[in-house]
């Protein structure tokens, strides 16, 4: 079946620093979207991608379907970045796969 | 700021019970969708409707019922629940297929 494969699995950064999270996928995928799983466990909406890159503040996002993979760039970690991220595929059948998620973790 | 509203925030129940979980949403979209959490964070989806339609439905034990009056509100109820059972449940909605999905806060169900 379709499959998502997230990476790191946990992740430790230093306020300022920045890194990536990655997402590959096993088929070809029609869009990706990101997620932030936030302290209340609510799922906040990053990104949608059906192609190509996008970028909010110090985040972004790029999303290659034809190579099958999409990367979430943090840049100027802050404190409040800390949590889970989640990538998830959009396969194109009213179903949306998800990564195992990412559990990043923010220090001074 | 969400617009996927789910009933009730947490449920403790014992084996054998049944429950209901209630989802709506304000968005205006035509399809609904019902994933659930497990003890390991991974989200797995279990229905998938449109415009009150069954689409998808992913192996799901029998005793898992989604129920639609419209494509506002999709409800699941779970007949004899089970101790696998305990998870959060997440419902959610896009405007149609291959778009964006927001989803609500999710149900803690827990089975003693």
């Known amino acids: 079946g379709d499959q998502v494969e997230q990476s790191p699995s946990a992740l430790s950064l230093h306020e300022g620093t920045g890194s990536a999270l990655r997402c590959n996928f096993t088929?070809?995928?029609?869009?990706v979207q990101w997620f932030r799983k936030n302290s209340r466990g609510s799922l906040i909406n990053l990104f949608y991608l059906a192609s190509g890159t996008k970028e909010n503040g110090r985040l972004k996002s790029a999303f290659d379907s034809k190579e099958r993979y999409s990367t979430l760039h943090i840049r100027d970690a802050q404190l409040e970045d800390s949590g889970t991220y989640f990538c998830?595929?959009?396969?194109?059948?009213?179903?949306?796969?998800f990564g195992s998620g990412t559990r990043l973790l923010v220090s001074p | 700021e969400t617009a996927v509203f789910q009933t009730p925030n947490y449920h403790v129940t014992q084996v054998g019970n049944e429950v209901s979980f209630n989802c709506k949403q304000t968005l205006g979209h035509d399809t609904m969708y019902w994933y659930k959490q497990d003890s390991k964070k991974l989200l797995k989806i279990m229905f998938s409707?449109?415009?009150?339609?069954?689409?998808v439905n992913e192996t799901v034990p029998r005793r898992f019922s989604p129920q639609s009056s419209d494509k506002a509100h999709l409800n699941l109820r779970i007949k004899s629940v089970e101790p696998e059972d305990s998870a959060v449940y997440l419902c959610?909605?896009?405007?149609?297929?291959?778009?964006?999905?927001?989803f609500g806060k999710g149900t803690r169900l827990t089975v003693v």
């Open positions: 088929t070809t995928m029609r869009a």
């Open positions: 409707y449109n415009n009150k339609q069954l689409i």
């Open positions: 959610a909605s896009s405007p149609g297929q291959n778009t964006e999905v927001f």
């Open positions: 998830a595929a959009v396969t194109g059948g009213y179903k949306v796969v």
